[in-house]
């Protein structure tokens, strides 16, 4: 495990971690009731919106694009892609988070299913890895994962791949596991919409911001439509 970067580049950068229509299944779980379209569909217009949460925390972003195939696929192409590396989920997020580490002195991982997301959460993160000492940050997910990780150092890819991920207990073990010699910041909790029973559940996230952007004023009128017709 190393050391803070000694010399970072300007900003936090954050990476969105997407998969691509067409390339990878979207949202099993959701398309299996709502139907394939409409999983796609979540998956676009979420990760937009995480997109622009970044844009108005001004920081630098990035998609995180699972296949090699879709790096130049039209969705990811109004902003800067970085490959995830083949292997389990652990592995990628190693690749990710330890090349832009080295690129920006520290970095942010997010999904694209956080579109209640708000640009305070990115600057308080990105404020809180300012600086040498080695520091990490957190936002646990209700479901016990954790939809935000960042840090100002790299972690060893194999201490990465050592947690089980998708579990009730994943935060926990990620916290025990990942770095204990680096001081923690935790965020508020979060829903990461995997099921369909989670989308009433973001939708009421989204309708608490008190100063939502166009995308999530968009989203919530879709999240609404969709659970009229699932109703």
Not at 62 to 67: K, L, N, R, S, T
Not at 103 to 109: F, N, T
């Amino acid at each position: 495990m190393s050391s803070a970067n000694p010399n970072p580049a300007p900003a936090c950068a954050v990476a969105i971690f997407v998969k691509t229509p067409g390339h990878s299944p979207i949202k099993t779980r959701l398309a299996a009731v709502l139907g394939r379209e409409t999983a796609e569909d979540w998956h676009r217009r979420a990760a937009a919106c995480v997109a622009e949460v970044g844009g108005a925390a001004g920081l630098p972003i990035y998609w995180a694009v699972a296949e090699a195939g879709g790096l130049d696929h039209p969705l990811w192409r109004n902003l800067p892609r970085i490959g995830q590396p083949e292997g389990s989920l652990g592995l990628r997020m190693a690749g990710v988070h330890t090349a832009l580490v080295r690129r920006h002195g520290s970095a942010i991982l997010v999904g694209a299913d956080l579109p209640q997301l708000e640009p305070h959460h990115l600057r308080f993160a990105a404020d809180w890895l300012t600086g040498e000492a080695s520091r990490s940050v957190l936002g646990p997910a209700h479901d016990g994962g954790f939809w935000l990780f960042g840090a100002n150092h790299a972690i060893d890819a194999g201490t990465w791949d050592s947690v089980r991920y998708s579990r009730s207990d994943t935060a926990r073990e990620f916290l025990r596991s990942v770095d204990t010699e680096c001081a923690w910041e935790m965020l508020e909790p979060l829903t990461d919409l995997d099921e369909p029973d989670d989308l009433g559940r973001v939708l009421a996230e989204l309708r608490a911001i008190n100063e939502p952007l166009p995308c999530q004023r968009r989203l919530i009128d879709w999240l609404a439509q969709c659970l009229e017709r699932a109703a």
